[in-house]
């Protein structure tokens, strides 16, 4: 398998369940595997409107709109033809949402926070960034979404192990609890992924219809 290939597999597709509501991210991989035992269809969007597609229709749709792929597109090549990767699919069958609760790690820390230290507000690249208990653990602060923020090496040292108050520091921003993976967030600020925030934008779906 060639690189582009296998960079192609490992693109995001958000995953729906069958009421439209978005519970998952996962590869393009498993998304191809989940149209080939056809317990899920692609959903393709184009002008704020979006049509449902089995894999062997999504196929023929692919080789028919090859010539006209956005910049943005990937494709992964088959014996036959090449497969456009769907940006979103939805379950037949599922219609609940995933009881378990965000995952408590670095990295959706980090997606919470935006790779922003939430003292001075500046981005960083997460190899310039750490974890600051805001209550510092020495005071009894423990490792929770509450209490964990994104920090640049500069903020760290001036803070210490003191209360942001005590430091003369402020958050830019009160730590919580993500309700959903805070990935998909980063994610649709991508033009790549653009297409999500059609099922993303909780206001679309929840308002109530007159």
């Not at 699919?89 to 609940?96: E, F, I, K, N, T």
């Amino acid at each position: 398998m060639s690189a582009v290939a296998a960079c192609a597999l490992d693109a995001s597709v958000l995953v729906l369940n069958k009421l439209y509501m978005p519970i998952h991210i996962v590869s393009a991989r498993r998304a191809f595997a989940l149209l080939c035992r056809e317990v899920a269809e692609v959903l393709f969007v184009e002008d704020d409107r979006f049509e449902a597609y089995d894999f062997e229709s999504w196929c023929e749709l692919s080789a028919l709109r090859d010539s006209m792929a956005d910049d943005d597109d990937d494709y992964v090549q088959t014996v036959r033809i090449e497969v456009r990767v769907p940006r979103i699919v939805r379950l037949l069958l599922y219609d609940r949402l995933p009881a378990r609760a965000v995952k408590f790690n670095r990295r959706n820390i980090y997606a919470r926070d935006d790779s922003r230290c939430q003292y001075c507000g500046k981005r960083f690249h997460t190899s310039e960034l750490s974890l600051d208990h805001v209550v510092p653990r020495s005071r009894g602060g423990g490792s929770t979404w509450s209490n964990l923020v994104c920090c640049c090496v500069a903020c760290n040292t001036r803070k210490g192990g003191r209360l942001p108050v005590e430091a003369h520091m402020h958050l830019i921003r009160k730590p919580f609890k993500p309700r959903r993976s805070p990935l998909i967030r980063l994610r649709i600020r991508n033009d790549k992924y653009r297409t999500w925030r059609h099922f993303v934008d909780e206001a679309y779906w929840n308002v109530e219809l007159k």
